[in-house]
C-alpha cells in the first residue's frame, strides 16, 4: 500500500544546532509537501517540491526531492525556539491521494 | 484571509452516541480532506473529494464511520456509534488538485 516513513519520530536539539528529518514512500510520488504544526495547532504548509533532484531554500530551511521522486529531506541550519514544533512530509500519490508521514517532533535545549 | 472552518471545535460524548463533525472549505477549492490525529498513528488519512465526489474512503471504518459532501461548501464527518477509540483530533482541509492544503482548526472528540 501506499505508505510514508518519516524519521525520526523526536529530536532534541541545542539552539543553533542543526536538524534533519528524512521522509522515504513506498511508491513514486507526484510531489512531495512539507507541513509545520505548532503544539495545540493545526498543520500550516511550508513548501511543495514536484521535480526530480529538486532543492528549494526558505531562509534557513532547505528541502531536497530525491531524483526518484521518492524521498525526501528537511534541513534546518542554526535551529532557534521558534522552529519548536512538529513536522511533517506528506507525499501526494498519482490518485491525488496525500498521504502524510507520522511527522517528526522537533524541540530545542536553549 | 480565507479559512477552513471546522465546527464543533470541541466535542465529549458518551460511547454510543452519534457525532456530526462539520468543515466548510474554502470558497473555490475542489478538494477537501478528512484527517484523523492521534499521538500514535500521526495523521491519519479517512476519506477525500474531488469536486463534492468521494474518491476514497479506504482509511474509515466503514460501520461506524461517513463522509458526504452535500454542497461545495459543506463537508461532513459522522460517527455512529461512537467508541472510544475514536477519541482524537479530527481534521478538514481543503485545496485545489495537485496544490497544498490549508487546514482547519480541527474538532478535538473525547467519547467517554
Known amino acids: 500500500g501506499q505508505q510514508v516513513m518519516q524519521i525520526p519520530q523526536y529530536q532534541h536539539v541545542q539552539e543553533g544546532e542543526d536538524f534533519t528529518t528524512y521522509c522515504n514512500s513506498s511508491?513514486?510520488?507526484?510531489?512531495i509537501q512539507w507541513y509545520k504544526q505548532r503544539p495545540g495547532g493545526h498543520p500550516v504548509f511550508l513548501i511543495q517540491l514536484v521535480k526530480s533532484g529538486e532543492v528549494k531554500k526558505q531562509k534557513r530551511l532547505t528541502f531536497q526531492f530525491g531524483e526518484a521522486k521518492k524521498n525526501s529531506s528537511l534541513h534546518i541550519t542554526a535551529t532557534q525556539t521558534t522552529d519548536v514544533g512538529t513536522y511533517f512530509c506528506?507525499?501526494?500519490?498519482?490518485?491525488?491521494?496525500?498521504?502524510f508521514g507520522k511527522g517528526t517532533r522537533l524541540h530545542i535545549l536553549p | 484571509d480565507a479559512r477552513v472552518t471546522q465546527t464543533p471545535r470541541h466535542k465529549v460524548t458518551e460511547m454510543g452516541q452519534e457525532v456530526t463533525m462539520r468543515c466548510q472549505p474554502i470558497l473555490g477549492h475542489n478538494t477537501v480532506f478528512w484527517y484523523r490525529q492521534t499521538m500514535m498513528q500521526g495523521l491519519e488519512l479517512l476519506a477525500y473529494?474531488?469536486?463534492?465526489?468521494?474518491?476514497?474512503d479506504s482509511g474509515m471504518p466503514k460501520d461506524r464511520f461517513s463522509a458526504e459532501m452535500p454542497d461545495a461548501t459543506l463537508a461532513t464527518l459522522k460517527i455512529q456509534p461512537s467508541e472510544p477509540r475514536d477519541s482524537a483530533v479530527y481534521f478538514c482541509a481543503s485545496g485545489y488538485q495537485g496544490s497544498p492544503l490549508h487546514f482547519g482548526n480541527g474538532t478535538r472528540l473525547t467519547v467517554t
Open positions: 511508491t513514486t510520488l507526484s510531489n
Open positions: 506528506a507525499g501526494t500519490h498519482r490518485d491525488d491521494k496525500i498521504i
Open positions: 473529494f474531488r469536486n463534492r465526489a468521494p474518491l476514497d
